[in-house]
């Protein structure tokens, strides 16, 4: 079955950089979109960057971008989410998403198999 593994989070201060891996295995990665989420405490799970099969394509929420950079190692099987600027409120629980096909997804309905979360605190 399909397994992703994202890497530990962490804490850091405001304006620094962090960058998340995400590990998949199970199916083809090369076959299939991905994306990341996050879920504040007291909030739904948002969207918050995509990546098409090849990585030719990619998305952003309003919130993160010019801050954040999506992208993938298809050798490696991995997605990544480089965050630099960080702000207060972008402490969130991470998680990876594979996307139902190849193009870009937007929305959680579009994924099928998610990671278990990673934490990121950003202190102010």
């Known amino acids: 079955q399909v397994q992703l593994v994202e890497s530990r989070g962490g804490l850091v201060q405001a304006g620094g950089s962090l960058r998340l891996s995400c590990a998949a295995s199970?199916?083809?990665?090369?076959?299939?979109?991905m994306g990341w989420f996050r879920q504040a405490p007291g909030k739904e799970r948002e969207f918050v960057a995509a990546i098409s099969w090849s990585g030719g394509s990619t998305y952003y929420a309003d919130s993160v971008k010019g801050r954040f950079t999506i992208s993938r190692d298809n050798a490696k099987n991995t997605v990544y989410l480089q965050m630099n600027s960080l702000k207060p409120e972008d402490t969130a629980v991470y998680y990876c998403?594979?996307?139902?096909?190849?193009?870009?997804?937007?929305?959680?309905?579009?994924?099928?198999?998610w990671g278990q979360g990673t934490q990121v605190t950003v202190s102010s």
């Open positions: 998403a594979q996307g139902i096909g190849g193009g870009l997804k937007y929305y959680r309905h579009e994924y099928d198999y």
């Open positions: 199970g199916r083809t990665f090369s076959s299939y979109a």
